[in-house]
């Protein structure tokens, strides 16, 4: 793409982000084998390793859709399906549809949804945001929440999410973020580095998985840096939502 920075591969600008030097760069490729792992402990430790602030960040979204009903969805690394059905009770969706490539975590969301007998509004099927199983132009909305930092390279996944995106459709990505707030952000790391991925170990049996998580969340750009690479990625609009003293964060774009 012309003007393509060196952000689009998912690195930070220098001097930027100090805490991240921290941390080696983790390896995303077949990550989705350690999401099958913990895929029977995934919802009970987000729940509790978010202080149940995770629930709250999916509702939040569903406050930034367009101000249409009828809307055909896309939710990408949909996981255990909480937020593809977070944003299907907003009432605004016609027909939704998830993908995500660890089979273990899709068999849970199939049966949350089977549950709430909305199987013939919602759908769920393998597959990757680098390579969406979908034609152009095919959704209103795509959501993603907490799997961008995991593709192996961003710019193409934003780039496949344009490409299915409707004219006037738009994207919202949920990803953590490290709050500005010095006090705060000490507080958050030293959680995150410390405290998470010992809690995440003793729940799952999975000590990798957590200290992925750690290393994946202090290395990812966030803020302005992915706001900049949405908009290299063509995406209108780019703005951000802060969640939670910014321990998170709301990306939004549209298709133009």
């Given at each position: 793409m012309p003007g393509q920075s060196h952000l689009m591969k998912g690195e930070h600008t220098s001097g930027e982000r100090p805490d991240q030097s921290?941390?080696?760069?983790?390896s995303r490729v077949e990550v989705w084998r350690m999401f099958d792992r913990i895929a029977h402990r995934y919802d009970l430790l987000n729940h509790l390793l978010s202080f149940n602030r995770d629930k709250a960040w999916?509702?939040?979204?569903?406050t930034l859709l367009p101000k249409r009903c009828e809307l055909v969805l896309l939710d990408l690394a949909t996981g255990t399906?909480?937020?593809?059905?977070?944003?299907y009770n907003s009432?605004?969706?016609?027909?939704?549809?998830?993908?995500d490539p660890a089979e273990q975590m899709l068999a849970i969301g199939k049966e949350k949804i089977e549950q709430r007998g909305l199987g013939d509004k919602l759908s769920l099927q393998t597959g990757s945001?680098?390579?969406?199983?979908?034609?152009?132009?095919?959704?209103?909305?795509i959501t993603m929440s907490f799997g961008i930092r995991n593709v192996t390279d961003v710019s193409r996944a934003l780039s496949e999410i344009r490409r299915v995106l409707k004219p006037e459709g738009r994207?919202?990505?949920?990803?953590?973020?490290?709050?500005?707030?010095?006090?705060v952000r000490r507080a958050f790391l030293f959680y995150f580095r410390h405290i998470l991925p010992r809690l995440g170990e003793l729940?799952?049996?999975?000590?990798?998985?957590?200290?992925?998580?750690?290393?994946?969340?202090?290395?990812?750009?966030?803020?302005?840096?992915?706001?900049?690479?949405?908009t290299q990625a063509g995406?209108?609009?780019?703005?951000?939502?802060p969640l939670t003293f910014g321990v998170a964060t709301i990306y939004q774009g549209d298709k133009r």
């Open positions: 921290r941390q080696k760069t983790p999916r509702r939040k979204m569903t399906a909480d937020q593809l059905l977070a944003i009432g605004q969706v016609a027909i939704g549809v998830g993908i945001a680098e390579q969406i199983p979908f034609a152009d132009d095919s959704f209103d909305v994207a919202l990505i949920l990803e953590f973020s490290l709050p500005k707030n010095g006090l729940i799952s049996g999975d000590a990798t998985a957590y200290r992925y998580l750690n290393q994946t969340v202090e290395t990812f750009p966030y803020g302005e840096d992915f706001s900049a690479l949405m995406f209108a609009d780019a703005r951000r939502t």
